[in-house]
């Protein structure tokens, strides 16, 4: 029996290298992913491409970063991983030359790197690897989608799947294109959904607000059963709250986080304000407060302004105006006027 992790899109160097991102990166790698490595006895790692976030460039930041928690730890842990090459990894749109975790990591000898499609067996299980397809390898690996096989790993658009919540695609290859796999699994999506026999795996950690209500983490397949188990990332660091008056949510979970607030009723400014500092105390890395205006959408603002005529509001100037004159004569004088250049016809 041998269990292998399927790895979703990684991401190194994300928002532009964040470093608070990599903070959160690397307490999911260093108190879930590698404690679980440990503690199982896991072998095999498989990646499913996005390796890296940034197309154009790589700081040494993010090089030493993803050395320090990724490619030490597998050696550590005596671990192998192959892994795809995905969208991000490429710097051209048409062809996956000079892709970045070849020229970063292909002389490490704990990764195999399927920039071409291929197969490898665990156990009598066969893996086909497609990578990014692209104009340079588009025939090639359509030519593989259609024959079919056990175990399709790939980065795939597929249309009708969930990008992020909220969000279909609406165009790619299509469900029926993999009919002769036994299984598919894909990387690219950030969101977990599956459809027939094709998986999209998700990430094993939010990369943006699109994933603030999505469920991320990695899998782990068993190969004597072919049974996939689901290990959740308990650390989440985007938090959208909503703010009716009142807000029950657990701040200590936002140090270091993304917040943001969805204003949808604010009778009690102080207590509003109140909350606010709450937030502040906890110390999150952003905050942002989202203003709710549908207390004066056009269904309701007719509650909030009660309109008046032209004659109305005059009556309602001169009562406020200070004279010795009669209003009332004043009232009828200027409201003759009013009506008299009502009744002008325009040259």
């Known amino acids: 029996m041998t269990k292998v992790i399927i790895l979703g899109d990684l991401h190194f160097g994300s928002r532009n290298a964040n470093r608070t991102v990599e903070q959160w990166q690397r307490k999911f790698l260093e108190e879930t992913f590698w404690p679980y490595v440990k503690n199982n006895g896991i072998k095999n790692i498989i990646q499913l491409g996005d390796y890296f976030d940034s197309r154009k460039w790589l700081g040494v930041n993010t090089l030493a970063f993803q050395r320090n928690w990724f490619v030490e730890k597998c050696d550590e842990h005596n671990v192998h991983v192959n892994m795809i090459i995905g969208n991000h990894d490429i710097p051209y749109k048409h062809t996956l030359e000079n892709n970045s975790p070849e020229q970063i990591l292909d002389l490490e000898p704990r990764f195999t790197i399927w920039s071409k499609p291929g197969t490898f067996t665990i156990d009598d299980v066969d893996f086909t690897m497609i990578p990014w397809m692209c104009k340079d390898n588009y025939e090639e690996c359509f030519d593989l989608v259609k024959q079919g096989g056990d175990i399709c790993v790939g980065h795939f658009d597929i249309e009708g799947f969930v990008m992020h919540l909220g969000a279909i695609s609406k165009e790619g290859l299509h469900l029926s ?108 890395f952003d905050l942002r407060v989202i203003e709710s205006y549908e207390e004066f959408s056009q269904e309701n603002v007719k509650d909030l302004i009660e309109l008046a005529s032209t004659e109305k509001l ?33 040259v």
Not at 180 to 194: A, D, E, L, P, R
Not at 202 to 210: A, D, E, H, I, R
Not at 314 to 332: C, L
Request: proline fraction near 2%; hydrophobic fraction near 30%.
């Open 314 to 346: 005059i009556e309602e100037y001169i009562d406020e105006v200070a004279t010795n004159s009669n209003k009332e004569s004043v009232k009828q004088m200027m409201l003759k006027i009013y009506q008299e250049a009502m009744s002008i016809e325009e």
């Open 177 to 284: 294109d993999f009919k002769n796999w036994n299984t598919v699994w894909s990387g690219h999506y950030h969101t977990q959904s599956q459809n027939q026999n094709i998986h999209y795996l998700g990430t094993p950690y939010q990369m943006n607000w699109s994933d603030a209500n999505s469920t991320h983490g990695f899998w782990v397949f068993d190969t004597t059963d072919r049974s996939m188990e689901f290990v959740e990332n308990p650390h989440r660091y985007f938090h959208r709250m909503y703010w009716n008056d009142s807000c029950d949510y657990d701040l200590t979970r936002i140090k270091d986080g993304y917040v943001k607030v969805n204003v949808q009723k604010k009778s009690d400014f102080e207590a509003f304000e109140t909350f606010i500092d709450q937030i502040n105390f906890n110390s999150p």
